[in-house]
């Protein structure tokens, strides 16, 4: 057997059977740290920094304990008078120093409060002091970053999440996103999701064969989402074909579906690129 069926089921073997694992492996590529935050002893706050500088954009920083007592970075731009909230999942290769740019310019265009966090082993975020060895980011751990990261959006920024946060969630991204939006207990006024995949296997096979690989089943998860779901998606997209954002697309409840935006002669992320004015329209 050859391919990617066959490469995969070599570097199971190769993990000791541990499906779980090589689909972590194959999804999660932190970069090096692109932001640092430092405590200040006096206010007691913690302060984002850009190439070891303050930013003169006002942002609220902290450090988040998740169920697994790991600690995530989380920031918040806020955008004066502003009652939306957007929780924003990146996606895989960056963290919220690299993102820093565009939330400024999504808070101020958009004006809404723009709150995102990074995964257990990206960015500042810290192991659990009981773990051992190197971080794995891990689907069930971003999971309970995104617990934490909802609840602390609840608890500082959003007064009622069902008609104020809204949740965004890019390439990787979605697969936090739809699994909050798809919860009865954490309601939310709305999802969209930007170059999202089926599901974690499928960017790579639609083979079933190999299903203990497969991690972010959005594909069976966006048919729950109790709110209005937008879908953005490159038509030129060569990691992430535009047919997963139309399949999606295809599943949402009807009265939850709006217009999506398939977006010609773009790929997966370069949406932006002399198209700002539309993209935030």
């Known amino acids: ?43 007691q706050k913690y302060e984002f920094l850009l190439e070891g500088a303050r930013v003169s954009t ?107 946060l809204i949740l965004y969630g890019q390439s990787v991204g979605s697969g936090p996103s739809c699994y909050l939006a798809s919860d009865p207990e954490r309601p939310v006024a709305g999802l969209i999701l930007h170059s999202p995949i089926m599901s974690g296997l499928r960017v790579l096979t639609l083979n079933r064969l190999m299903g203990c690989f497969d991690i972010f089943p959005n594909v069976d998860r966006i048919v729950d989402v109790a709110a209005p779901v937008f879908i953005i998606h490159g038509e030129q997209d060569m990691e992430v074909d535009v047919a997963h954002g139309k399949a999606l697309h295809k599943l949402v409840p009807d009265q939850y579906k709006r217009s999506p935006w398939w977006v010609p002669e773009r790929g997966h992320n370069d949406i932006m690129i002399n198209n700002d004015r539309e993209y935030f329209r």
């Open 58 to 164: 006002p942002v609220v920083a902290n450090m988040i304990t998740t169920s697994s007592k790991s600690k995530i970075p989380i920031i918040c731009i806020r955008s004066p008078g502003a009652k939306t909230s957007i929780l924003f999942s990146h996606g895989n290769a960056t963290d919220l120093g690299a993102m820093f740019g565009f939330f400024v310019a999504m808070s101020k265009i958009l004006g809404v409060n723009v709150i995102a966090y990074d995964y257990t082993g990206y960015g500042m975020s810290e192991q659990s002091p009981d773990w051992e060895g190197n971080v794995r980011t891990t689907e069930k751990q971003v999971y309970l970053d995104a617990d934490a990261a909802y609840e602390w959006a609840k608890a500082n920024v959003v007064s009622d999440t069902k008609t104020d």
């Open 1 to 43: 057997m050859g391919g990617v069926v066959g490469t995969l089921i070599t570097i199971y073997c190769y993990s000791g059977c541990q499906g779980t694992l090589v689909a972590s492996a194959l999804a999660f590529h932190p970069p090096p740290p692109q932001y640092s935050f430092e405590f200040d002893e006096k206010t």
